[in-house]
């Protein structure tokens, strides 16, 4: 059902929570898994090595229950960036944290990446809680 599993990261609890999920997703469907970090455009060179030790982070956790993983770093406005991904890619879910911020965004606005994500998406997209 799900050959593709797009898993785009912040430094959020929720994107924390939501990697217990994802690694259940892409066993069960032997899954291709794509981990995506957003950066805004006006990002500085601190944000990109932090956007790479995410991902590096992640690797890990994929890497100690046998997932190998795809991973891509790119700029502009998250929700944009992850959808584009996704239909780039043909995901067929997108598993996200519900709470998240750009690595440069310390308080996410009403207006959340997930919720324009949900209205912008190719694909299904889980949110979790």
Sequence with gaps: MFKTVL???NRSQETRQAVAVAIDIVQKYHAQLYIL???E????????TSSQDLIEEVKTYFAEVGI???????????AFVICDFA???NADLIVMGSRGS?????HPDENSV???VINLSPCPVLVVP
């Design 41 to 48: 455009h006006d990002a500085n060179d601190s944000d990109r």
């Design 87 to 89: 239909d780039e890619i």
């Design 68 to 78: 190998s993983i795809q991973t891509k770093i790119a700029e502009g406005k998250a």
């Design 114 to 116: 997930s919720q324009k």
């Design 37 to 39: 970090s957003v950066t």
């Design 102 to 106: 750009s690595l440069t965004e310390e």
């Design 7 to 9: 898993f785009p990261l």
